[in-house]
């Protein structure tokens, strides 16, 4: 079974630091582009980041541009989110997610990019 | 960046229901809009991509439909196991936007 499976989660206290991991089994990961998504508790989904396959292409969102760093090892069939400078805003749960990337074939001919295999996620707590 | 809204924030219905959620993006996102569905402490799931294809093994029951700015995600007869909160999300642009979400309940 296609499965993504994260871990890292847990308390920090702000200012402080955590790298969360996703582990990818049953699919060719070196294939495919990963996001982060994430959910503060009660809120809605935020697209965090995303890599692309060959890790030529990284995206952040504002929110977190340079204090959070998306890395994968597809060696490892690994994805990986070093978080920095936590606040009490990055409070969530983390999903890492399957990208498919295809390419349009109706103008304006960009890339179709959605998200066909989630993990279950894993809890991020910034407090003191 | 560009903003998604959703209409209505949630809704109530009953089993058999037909249902249509608005999504609607601040620019145009031509067809790059996706549709999920998630369930309370579950992973989100897939439902439509590209405005309106439907995901393999997604029910029939669910479509998608827009282009540009407004789309649509229908359910043409509501079953229990819908009752959830549906997002749109933009793949237009590399900043992966979602919509606020619209929660289906009873």
């Known amino acids: 079974e296609v499965q993504l499976v994260e871990s890292g989660g847990g308390l920090v206290q702000p200012g402080g630091s955590l790298r969360l991991s996703c582990a990818a089994s049953?699919?060719?990961?070196?294939?495919?582009?990963m996001n982060w998504v994430r959910q503060a508790p009660g809120k809605g989904l935020e697209w965090v980041s995303y890599?692309?396959?060959?890790?030529?292409?990284?995206y952040y969102a504002d929110s977190v541009k340079g204090r959070f760093t998306i890395s994968r090892d597809n060696a490892k069939n690994s994805l990986y989110l070093q978080m920095n400078s936590l606040r009490a805003e990055d409070t969530a749960v983390y999903y890492c997610?399957?990208?498919?990337?295809?390419?349009?074939?109706?103008?304006?001919?960009?890339?179709?990019?959605?998200?066909?295999?989630w993990g279950k996620g894993t809890t991020v707590t910034v407090s003191s | 960046d560009i903003q998604m809204t959703q209409s209505p924030s949630s809704l109530s219905a009953s089993v058999g229901d037909r249902v249509t959620i608005t999504c609607r993006a601040s620019?145009?996102?031509?067809?790059?809009l996706n549709w999920y569905q998630q369930k309370p402490g579950k992973a989100p799931k897939l439902l439509i991509y590209?405005?309106?294809s439907l995901q393999g093994g997604v029910p029939s029951r669910f479509s998608g439909s827009g282009s540009g700015t407004d789309f649509t995600l229908t359910i043409s007869s509501l079953q229990p196991e819908d009752f959830a909160t549906y997002y749109c999300?933009?793949?237009?642009?590399?900043?992966?936007?979602f919509g606020p979400g619209t929660t289906v309940d009873i």
């Open positions: 999300q933009q793949s237009y642009t590399t900043l992966f936007t």
């Open positions: 620019q145009s996102v031509s067809s790059y």
């Open positions: 049953e699919f060719n990961f070196s294939n495919y582009s």
């Open positions: 997610a399957r990208v498919v990337v295809v390419p349009a074939a109706i103008p304006p001919y960009y890339y179709y990019y959605y998200m066909d295999v």
């Open positions: 590209a405005a309106s």
């Open positions: 890599i692309s396959s060959s890790r030529s292409a990284t």
